[in-house]
């Protein structure tokens, strides 16, 4: 006996049959609507269904100018420091000390900025750390003295420190496993390409010869630049409202609802579909799961629960109180030393070379306008030192010699550094971490060491170029390096020690490294090498994190 009913009577409605009939039966769903996930999902799950597309993109466009802050706070003084010798009566110290003197303040404020981010959030942090960081560096452009500079920059570091250390987590939050180590290799290029941005705009504003006042304060060429290094910070600041809290950070907090449209936003954004259409219904509420206590999204089904059960255990792991006792155990206390230590030394003598290097091509630059005699780097380093002498006589006349080319090698370094950056996104599997930082600690130690025999501003431009590339690669490879080491439950308290420690390098490294200037030619480039090679060493001696089950 044949059925009653048509043989398609249950295929779904076409959208076209939809929109053209609209007798479709009330309880069917068009066919683009995806089927609803009722039961609570985590994070990964979540974000899975949010898709990548637009949203994700206008993210990372937001995303360079704040980049490009963090950038110019930490780099813009090591460019100014040619051009404001004679306006600001500059010794070697004084120029070790204000390379030095952002540092000393992100090096204060970390901890009040790791427990805003972790108990305020990412997104509030972000605008007012970035507009408070944009004033204060147009403040800092303002400055007659070296004093009034130092404290602009001590207070720009201070203020600097929370959105440099939220930008990572807040853009990496916004995406699942399957895209977040495309994503942070993106910011990796991202960094690079704000160091070559930065030397660019040294080469069109610092060598102008402007001169004005405006209200009753004189403005030069390197105090224009300044102003101009505020603009990112500002720009990101009015950007930044544009986008929700990171909904990673909304569900360890509890706050599903909020979470929830977080993702719908993102949801409809890059799908373009209503936000009504997000297959995920419920979250799980990490707080209540935290405290022990039932969560309210939570259902009776026996495996959801189990899920719940796995869910809580991890999370039990990474809120351990006693996460310094497991810090201070075996064998995580050894290797936290080793990888501090190494980041120590490693660091100091690459942020010495790399933020006196501007310094050092504008002398190469000045001494070859002046003389015909060879160039070579202990002529150059003798005639900086005999200079800032004769500054501080006020019976001399201060002359500084600013072209475009005095900043067009800073370009080049920039662009090599680019390169390794790229190049170490395409080995670093195959060689692995500890490989990269060997090689590249390695490489930057003969560089450095050779650099006392470059005779010529072409041999130490190419020395210097391959120093700085191959310095930037082993310190990104580092960062691979403490996320395997260690658990999950010690990763994020292993970055920011290791972030203090490298502060702590940069600071040294930049206050005896004018000292050992003036104490001939070669104390300095031993000074690094040195540092360099035992940032080596270490890492040598550091477990193959590529046979290590990440955990």
Known sequence: MKSAVPKNAYAPVSQFDMDSTKTHVKDEEPKHVEKSIEAPADFETAIEACGFGRFNYL????????????????????FILPSAECDLSLDLLDKGLLNAVTYCGMLV????????????????????GF???????????????????????FIGGFIICGPFAVLMSYLSEFHGSKHRSRIIMVIGIMFATSNIILSIMAIAILPRDWNFQIFNMNFVAWKVFMAVSGVPSLLAALLLPLFPESP??????????????????????????????????????????????PSVDAVSTKGQLKINMEHEQKLKLVKDPNTF??????????????????????????????????????????????SLEATSLCTILEYSVNKTELIKNPLEQCIVIITPSSYTNNLIVAGASFVSNLLAGTIINAVGSKGIQVIGLATAGLCSISLFWSSSSLSTLVITSLFIAMGSMANTAAIGTSVNLFPTSLRTLIVSLTMVVERMGTILGNVIFPIFMQLGCVPPFVMITVAMFFGCLIAACLPNSKKINLK
Not at 111 to 117: F, I
Not at 349 to 363: D, E, V
């Open 131 to 153: 507009l408070l960081d944009g004033i204060c560096v147009v403040c800092g452009s303002m400055s007659q003295t070296v004093v009034q500079l130092m404290v602009s920059k």
């Open 248 to 293: 990673r950070f909304l569900m360890a907090q509890g706050r599903v609802e909020e979470a929830m449209e977080a993702f719908r936003t993102m949801y409809a954004v890059n799908s373009g579909k209503p936000k009504d259409t997000y297959k995920i219904k419920a979250l799980i509420n990490e707080k209540a799961q935290e405290k022990n206590f």
């Open 109 to 128: 404020s970390v901890v009040a900025w790791g427990y805003l981010a972790d108990n305020k959030g990412r997104k509030q942090l972000l605008i007012y």
């Open 59 to 78: 993210l990372l466009i937001v995303a360079i100018p704040a980049i490009m802050g963090t950038v110019y706070e930490t780099g813009v003084v090591s």
């Open 325 to 370: 006792r497991i810090l201070c155990s075996k064998p995580y206390l050894g290797l936290c030393l080793l990888v501090g230590v190494m980041q120590f030394f490693s660091v100091m003598g690459h942020n010495s070379m790399r933020l006196w290097l501007p310094q050092l091509f504008a002398s190469i630059n000045e001494y070859e306008q002046m």
